[in-house]
C-alpha cells in the first residue's frame, strides 16, 4: 500500500489550522507573542484540575449562598496561586543547583520534574511537638528540608532554617 503524500499533506495543513482572535491591539502584541500567551494558557488550566481532585475536598462542600461561593473561589485560587509560586521556586532552585531531582518515588526511582503534588504528601507525617516552652517538629528530616530550602523564601522562615549564603 503507497501513501499519497498529497493527501496526508492537505490534512497535516488542516489539522495545523485555527482561528485565534483577540481584542488586542496588533501593535501591542506580535502574532507569535499572541500565539504564545494563548499557549500558556493551558499551563494555567492545567493547574485548576488539581483544585477538583478528591485530595481537596471541594466536591463536598454544599454552598447555597452566592457571596460564599465566591469567597470559596477566592479562597482556592489563593491557594493555587501559592501551590504554583512555590512549585516554580522549587524547579528553577533545582535547576540553578543543577540537580536532576531530591525527590524519589514509591520504588526510589528519581523523579525528573518534580512537582509540589508529588512533595505536598512528604510533609503529611511532620508533627508540632510543644513542651512546656519548647517547640519542636517531629518528623522533620533532611529531604524535608532540602525541600523548604528549594521553595525558599518565607518557607525558611516558617521551619526556622538558616538560609545558605
Sequence with gaps: MEENETAIKKIVEQKSCFILATNIYKKALSLEGLLKHYKAQFEVEKEFKFLKEPLFFVSSLFIKKPSRI????MVMTLSLLIYSIAQRRM??????????????????????????RWVVPCFEEINLLQQGEKISLVGFDELREKIIRLIGGHALHLYKIQKVT
Design 70 to 73: 465566591d469567597i470559596l473561589l
Design 91 to 116: 524547579k528553577a532552585n533545582l535547576k540553578k543547583e543543577k540537580k536532576r531531582t531530591i525527590i524519589a518515588d514509591q520504588i526510589n526511582k528519581e523523579i525528573p520534574n518534580p512537582t509540589l
